[in-house]
């Protein structure tokens, strides 16, 4: 099954919590916290403005992103978590 986001929504596989500190200590599961950053898995075709004119999503599926703390809904699919989010929710692309 593949979903399709649907208007100006993206689907985001968010990052991995970090389990180790820059200086190797281990942090319990508990205090991790969930990461802000993610990989965009599908993107909808965009919103219409007042007057119709179709405004694109302004990325695309493999960009890493940066996105609020509390944006998006959490959901499973397939097995597999993520986050559906309105493109506004996303703060930014970037590159490593």
């Not at 403005?49 to 499973?76: A, M, S, W």
């Amino acid at each position: 099954m593949t979903l399709k986001p649907l208007g100006d929504r993206v689907i985001v596989k968010r990052d991995e919590a970090e389990t180790k500190t820059a200086s190797g200590l281990y942090i319990a599961s508990s205090a991790q916290e969930k990461p802000q950053t993610g990989i965009v898995l599908a993107v909808g075709e965009g919103k219409r403005d007042k007057d119709g004119n179709l405004i694109p999503v302004p990325v695309k599926e493999g960009d890493r992103v940066l996105y609020g703390k509390f944006g998006g809904t959490e959901v499973n699919i397939e097995g597999e978590d993520v986050l559906i989010m309105r493109a506004d929710d996303l703060y930014g692309v970037y590159t490593a």
